[in-house]
């Protein structure tokens, strides 16, 4: 069916480093620009990053510009997010999504876990 | 703080109607769709609205979305209590980076 899936998720050390993977089916991955959100706990949704369909263009949040990096493997439907010098408040769940025409998030994952702490 | 505002939270009671309200400018909903999005507890977030008005496949006629120069509102009605969860209004601003509101919290009392 269609879904997405992600991994990648865990407790890393404020400095740190932890590369997230998002596994894509049931619809033609190399069609879609696709994006990662975010969701501090008890906080709304934040944009991250996304990425164009064939990885030319990619956009990412101040937040996280010059630490964090995108990308994708449409021969292997999977995109990933790469992430360096984690701070503590990077703390969050991680949910990676389809961007319908840049205007919409149509199809979410149900995310992974990310926690940063000594 | 979101750029993108709206009421923490709404409550209306079984059956009735409420409306979620999303407040922009002119370089963000004043130019670009506005989506809706419903996130029930403990869940991700799922499409509810596109492009200011339109409902995907599988969403009832009961959510609808409108939008009015810098702003937008979601409305539903015939409340349930299935209802309850978080909403959030999301649309795009001129250097074409994603943006979300607050999110709203509603309570079917």
């Known amino acids: 069916q269609v879904q997405l899936v992600e991994s990648g998720g865990g407790l890393v050390k404020p400095g740190g480093s932890l590369r997230l993977s998002c596994a894509a089916s049931?619809?033609?991955?190399?069609?879609?620009?696709m994006s990662w959100i975010r969701q501090a706990p008890g906080k709304g949704l934040e944009w991250v990053s996304y990425i164009s369909s064939s990885s030319s263009y990619t956009n990412y949040a101040d937040s996280v510009k010059g630490r964090f990096t995108i990308s994708r493997d449409n021969a292997k439907n999977s995109l990933y997010l790469q992430m360096n010098s984690l701070r503590a408040e990077d703390t969050a769940v991680y949910y990676c999504?389809?961007?319908?025409?840049?205007?919409?998030?149509?199809?979410w994952g149900r995310g992974t876990l990310v926690t940063v702490s000594s | 703080q979101s750029v993108l505002t709206q009421p923490p939270s709404v409550s209306a009671a079984p059956g009735q109607k409420v409306t979620i309200s999303c407040s922009g400018s002119s370089s963000n909903i004043g130019n670009n769709y506005v989506s809706w999005y419903q996130q029930l507890p403990g869940t991700a977030p799922k499409l509810l609205i596109y492009?200011?008005?339109k409902r995907p496949s599988g969403i009832p006629d009961r959510f609808s979305g409108s939008k009015s120069g810098t702003s937008a509102t979601l409305g539903i009605t015939g409340l349930q209590t299935g209802d309850e969860a978080d909403y959030y209004c999301?649309?795009?601003?001129?250097?074409?980076?994603?943006?979300f509101g607050g999110g709203t919290k509603l309570t079917v009392l």
């Open positions: 999504a389809r961007a319908g025409d840049l205007r919409y998030f149509d199809l």
């Open positions: 049931g619809f033609t991955f190399s069609d879609y620009y």
């Open positions: 492009e200011n008005n």
């Open positions: 999301g649309t795009w601003d001129s250097s074409l980076s994603a943006l």
